[in-house]
C-alpha cells in the first residue's frame, strides 16, 4: 500500500512539474494579460475615440433601448463583440500568418540521409555529413518544422 501511494505520489510530482504544465500556466497567465489589454483598448481607447468623433456624451456599456420596459442593453454587446473582433484580428495577424510563413518555407525544411540519417537541407543533392547522393525530393523524406 506505502509502495503504491509512494509510486503514484511521484508519477503526480513527474506530472506536475513537467514542461507541459509550466507551459499552460505560462500561457494561462499570457491569455489572462493579452485579454485586459486588448479590453483595455476597446473600451479606454477605441470606443472613446468614436464617442469624440461623435461629439455626444454616450457610454457604449449603457447603451440600451427598452421593449415593455425591460432594457435590452446592446451597448455591452457592441464592446464585447468588438472585443472578439480585436482578438481574432491580432491573433491572425500576430501568431497564425507568422507561424505559417515559418512553416511553409523553405530555410527550415530539411530532409533526412538514407544513408547515415542526419538531416540535410532541402535542396541539397548530396548529404553534408557522408557525402552519399541524396534522393529527390519526396514528400514522405521531408520533416516537419519543429519549432523550439
Ligand atoms: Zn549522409
Known sequence: MLYYIKKNFSLFRDFAFSDTIIYFGVAGVLAVQFVALVNSFVNDFFLQLIISIS???LNFDQLNFKINGT????????TILL???IILTLLYFLIILPYKAIKTSKVLKKKTCL????ECHIEATK???CHENLPEKK???VLKLTLI
Not at 544513408?115 to 542526419?118: K, R, S
Open 55 to 57: 461629439g455626444s456624451d
Open 71 to 78: 432594457p435590452i442593453n446592446y451597448g455591452m454587446t457592441i
Open 83 to 85: 472585443n472578439f473582433v
Open 115 to 118: 544513408i547515415c540519417f542526419n
Open 127 to 129: 548529404c553534408y555529413h
Open 139 to 141: 514528400e514522405e523524406n
